[in-house]
């Protein structure tokens, strides 16, 4: 097994030699800014961590891992219209250095490119892997849904939103693990369990980034913190709190939610400080150990070398106690 | 050989089939929406009528039919919230029924689900199936984006605005054609040979289009005339006149071009006037029978029964002097 950098460096250098067309250059450019934001490329590289874990030949699951990136790169690129995000990794959104036609034109080629690089697999696979980033795509879409349905709504249930969280961002990380799977021509078992063993980690990974968001380092974290409190996303965090709160802290928690926005940062503190009156720190910390635990054990139950578990247990744990 | 309805009627039943989840609802109910607007199914009628034609079982073709109509349907529901068009087929389209979110959401999710009918064909063809679908869609978001950049331009020549269309709308009818080759497993030859044919036809379909909009009986066209003139819309006439037109022609075109739009009738009346003085109104009627004879000669080099070529020449004809 090789270390996290080591796939790293295979995606980066797959990316960049990806050639688009010169022209037309609006439809294109956008695709090769995208990609070249960088990021973690944690889905490339579970599938190509997965597949040398189950025995398969790395080269032949680099399409898969990069056709992953480019379906994950257009979902942003798609969910930065709708949330009209104006910033991503730190550089202007497409729609923002472009104009939205731009953004939903170039998006929609980059899901086709996307499949035309995930087919780029040997013919005895090409259904499978096909079947599992279609499916997976739809679940990614309903999941997206799903957000933008409960930003409108006060009555979303704890249940409700893990399993939103479990389709617009685990279900693809699931996705990213059994494609290397079945490149490596796995067993149905073993990459039916490393799926699930990728959903929780997913799940892990997304309540760390609400908690981080709330109790991250601002020096580490590499952003401000509080942006979720400030904007009232519906986070676990947020939909706990509306769930438990009673009496007074029901009243402050309406209040603030209501506030004008010029009183951001005495909202954050007032926020942070309700969260931790109502136990929700060491309730968001218990539910991420839980998910990571069930990675963990279903981690253990996959056939792979000793060595192979141990690299994907340092990045279970890496990365469910991130600070960024 | 059987008629046009025929395989509409088996199309129509197909897209009633087609049973969509329940929830979430917004990503869902656009979708089977703009599926039931309706619209006179060429494509995947085009694709079971090649693979009769061929020999084919067309009952394996549905499917490839039914997912090249979705796409279709899907480029349709893209434009409109790029072009903020407000009607489609005498219906509000999604993005003004619902919004751009969801409009932009549910089209994201009708390519997928194009992508995972057309995949609904035998192991043995969906390699070819799935190259010739995702290779035509990167051609149409071209298509695409260069009809929005023309938009900004003075200079368009009539061949780039050919190519255009051919990515544009034409290609998407050589894939139907193709699509129905290849389920039928016909020759390369003949599969590329009646590719060109509908390409032709396509274009010849198209410049119907720009015809009938400004020459067109409003009673039999179905919708108001003009709309391309009072839009400034670079037709092959706008183009062609802003290349021929010199002296007072030009300058008078100019005029039009910049003129509030409260002039709207007069506009419209001035500028096909203009259009009939430089002799468009015939260079377009030739331009289309050229298209539609190379589509008829394409045709001739196809092997299928004599029955079967009538069909198809009879198709041809009625596309292309249709008057809606």
Known sequence: MHNYNYYLNLINEAITAIKYPEQPAQLYAPIAYTMALGGKRIRPVLTLMTCEAMGGDTSKAINAALGIEM???????????????????????????WNDNVAILSGD?????ATQIVSRVDDDILRPMLDLFNTTAMEIYEGQQW?????????????EYINMIRLKTSVLLGCACKAGAIVAHASDKNAATIYD?????GLAFQLQDD?????????????????????NKKTFLLINAMNLATGN?????????????????????????????????????????????????LLRQ???????????????????NREK
């Open 211 to 231: 908690y981080l968001d709330v109790w991250g380092d601002p020096a580490t974290f590499g952003k401000e913190t509080g942006g979720d409190i400030a904007n």
């Open 197 to 201: 063993m990728a959903v929780n980690l």
């Open 109 to 113: 080629a980059m899901l086709t490119i």
């Open 302 to 320: 996959v056939e792979m070398s000793h060595e192979a578990r141990q690299a994907f247990e340092n990045l279970i744990t890496s990365l469910v």
């Open 249 to 297: 802290d029901a009243t402050e928690l309406e209040q603030w939610l209501n506030i004008d926005p010029s009183f951001k940062m005495q909202k954050i503190q007032a926020v942070t400080a309700l969260y931790e009156r109502l136990g929700l720190k060491d309730l968001a910390r218990k539910a991420i150990e839980d998910y990571s635990e069930r990675a963990l054990a």
């Open 71 to 97: 379906f994950h790169n257009f979902t942003l690129l798609h969910d930065d219209v709708m949330d009209r995000a104006l910033v991503r990794r730190g550089k202007p959104t497409v729609h923002t250095r």
């Open 147 to 159: 957000d933008m349905d409960f930003e409108q709504r006060n009555d979303v249930t704890v249940e």
